[in-house]
């Protein structure tokens, strides 16, 4: 390919990662259209983009799933280029096709690559072909049922039902029982529907203490696929990561150049290029092949913080045609890095959804802190989305020093008017399971089953706490001061 | 907007914020909301019109399947009603042994924090 450079670029997502897509665009003096649904007026990446366009109404099978509207969407924006961030369709191989065949540079792998790796099913032959160890599974045609409850018993229960088109937590349950299979399989069938658009699941051992590893690889226009080391996502909660980190702490050398190796290897023979993940699950020494993201990973940051690298910013570059990685110099990670994703989500009552209006919202500056983040003040959290509205990011020496800063980090943090699970990350990461550093994907199941304890406030944060009100109260003085200063009074007499 | 107030003298820097009608505090490292304790009486809590029993919504979000019908009898932990909220599903299961009197929404229906989804009647001791 002939490097071309970029100019323009249209952003086919909303919140934390347009925003991240639209400051490595502007490091490089590349304009953005944010692609948008009706009700992501109030976000802080349209108040960042050098465009807007609506491309339909809060429902993302009308907006953000629509491939048609993101297409016309970045022709009218004058846009030479799509990046899809994660999720919605960032790992549709017809939207690549479709940015394709109007012109547009899909800011991705092809299309090909696509449905060889990110589609599951292909990933594992090919996997078994390069002699890549996976976990026993069903990955076949047949959709039926009674064919797949009859496939879960073959396997054996415990097993794992999945997206075959997905990721995030989305359209996967463990099926415990024979008798609980059918209803939870139609259950992920719904939700690989509404979230992916294709309702093609598959079956999967379900290794009860394995952790969760994975390979950031990326290939970049020179042709080789470069490896950018290990994240380790074991602390999840229904298959959705909250916590990572980079790199994992239970990897041993050898075992790390191995998964390694095996993750550059399936992502070179599919001709791979841009960012990818090679996820695998880790257990009594051994690894089994998961699945392979085709895109940006929500954790990419805590790669970026130990490698020392702009994997958006390498992903234009790559679009543009040009190389990224020297492999003449190699890339030693550093330090240890953690993320935790912020949800929206009232953590006393067992993580429902909490919407509304973002009040004050604070991320103090310090060494070695690093926020993404979507929202500000006035900004509504709706139940359209999901409830992710922040990320933060800390970077230390030691991964124990990360840990402690990281609680710091979340205490100074302020999120006012919805419910943010601030209080249970700083649970997990006081838990001597995690500090040890050997927790598996059952950790929350084991440990955070139930919904933490409601806040006791003590008696100093109850005489602040009226104190406050009694402030907040409007007085009758305040109701005339506000009356004196309406902006019609005053606009007048400054004339 | 506070950034401190003044408790016996000595002064304490806090922030706090009032959003929607409700007060929102940060102090030392933690965040909670303030509620009166003499508004509470009168709270939407208590005006809740579900009974011990029925199945609220507990966030907003669409109804996505009705597994049970009016007349049919749960048993403690079965599934009722399945929601989405947020592209995650969430099943809404019976907290005990009854009958459903009414199912309160529509297959596919938007509802509300706080919707009574089922009413059921619960079943009394030493009835079969």
């Known amino acids: 390919m002939k490097p071309q450079k970029i100019t323009r670029i249209a952003i086919a997502n909303r919140g934390e990662v347009a925003v991240r897509i639209i400051k490595a665009c502007e490091e490089m003096g590349i304009e953005t259209v944010l692609l948008h649904s009706e009700v992501d007026m109030g976000t802080r990446a349209y108040r960042m983009a050098t465009k807007t366009i609506c491309i339909g109404p809060a429902p993302t099978s009308e907006s953000y799933l629509n491939i048609q509207a993101n297409i016309d969407g970045a022709l009218a924006g004058g846009a030479q280029a799509v990046h899809p961030g994660f999720g919605f369709l960032s790992e549709n191989a017809d939207f690549a096709q479709a940015c394709m065949d109007a012109g547009l540079i899909f800011i991705g792998p092809s299309p090909k690559a696509t449905r060889t790796l990110g589609d599951k099913v292909n990933c594992k032959a090919l996997a078994q072909k390069l002699g890549l160890p996976l976990v026993p599974g069903y990955q076949g045609a047949n959709q039926e049922l009674k064919h797949l409850i009859h496939e879960a018993e073959r396997i054996g229960f415990p097993c794992i039902v999945k997206a075959a088109a997905g990721g995030g937590g989305r359209g996967m349950k463990v099926l415990r029982t024979k008798e609980e299979a059918g209803e939870l399989i139609e259950s992920a069938q719904r939700e690989a529907q509404s979230a992916f658009g294709s309702a093609q699941v598959f079956l999967e051992k379900y290794l009860d203490r394995a952790k969760h590893i994975e390979f950031q690889i990326f290939g970049d226009a020179s042709g080789k696929v470069h490896n950018l080391f290990d994240r380790e996502c074991s602390v999840q909660r229904r298959h959705q990561k909250i916590i990572e980190e980079a790199i994992s702490p239970s990897l041993t050398p050898e075992t790390r150049k191995k998964m390694g190796e095996a993750a550059c290897l399936i992502a070179e023979s599919a001709g791979y290029q841009g960012a990818g993940t090679v996820e695998f699950l880790y257990q009594d020494g051994e690894f089994y092949l998961l699945e392979v993201n085709t895109r940006l990973q929500v954790e990419h940051p805590v790669t970026e913080m130990v490698v020392g690298v702009d994997l958006v910013k390498a992903q234009i570059l790559t679009a543009q045609g040009e190389p990224v990685f020297n492999s003449k110099n190699p890339m030693i990670p550093r330090g240890h890095s953690i993320e935790c994703r912020l949800y929206a989500e009232n953590p006393y009552l067992g993580g429902v959804p909490s919407t509304g209006v973002l009040g004050k919202v604070e991320w103090p500056e310090g060494p070695g802190r690093r926020y993404e983040y979507g929202f500000e003040e006035g900004d509504e959290i709706t139940s359209f989305y999901d409830p992710m509205i922040a990320k933060v990011i800390v970077w230390d020496e030691t991964r124990p020093r990360a840990i402690q800063k990281m609680i710091r980090v979340l205490k100074d943090s302020v999120v006012f008017g919805v419910h943010t699970n601030i209080p249970y990350l700083i649970e997990i990461l006081s838990h001597p399971e995690f500090v040890s550093g050997e927790m598996t994907t059952r950790f929350i199941e084991k440990h955070f089953s139930e919904p933490l304890q409601v806040q006791v406030l003590t008696e100093q944060e109850k005489q602040i706490a009226e104190e406050v009100a009694k402030q907040l109260a409007p007085t009758a003085a305040e109701n005339r001061i506000i009356s004196e200063t309406s902006p019609f009074q005053t606009f007048w007499r400054g004339i | ?128």
């Open chain 2, 1 to 128: 907007m506070i950034t401190q107030v003044t408790i016996n003298g000595k002064t304490i820097p806090v922030l706090a914020q009032k959003v929607k009608g409700q007060i929102w505090i940060h102090f030392n490292g933690r965040t909670f909301q303030y509620e009166d304790e003499s508004k509470k009486k009168f709270g939407s809590q208590s005006s809740q019109t579900g009974h011990a029993g029925d199945i609220l919504a507990p966030m907003p979000g669409k109804v996505t399947k009705i597994l049970k019908q009016a007349g049919d009898s749960v048993s403690k932990g079965e599934a009722v009603i399945v929601m989405e909220a947020m592209k995650m599903e969430y099943t809404l299961k019976s907290d005990g042994d009854g009958v459903i009197q009414k199912i309160g929404c529509k297959l596919g229906e938007q509802v509300s924090l706080g919707k009574v989804l089922a009413h059921i009647d619960p079943k009394k001791e030493g009835q079969a």
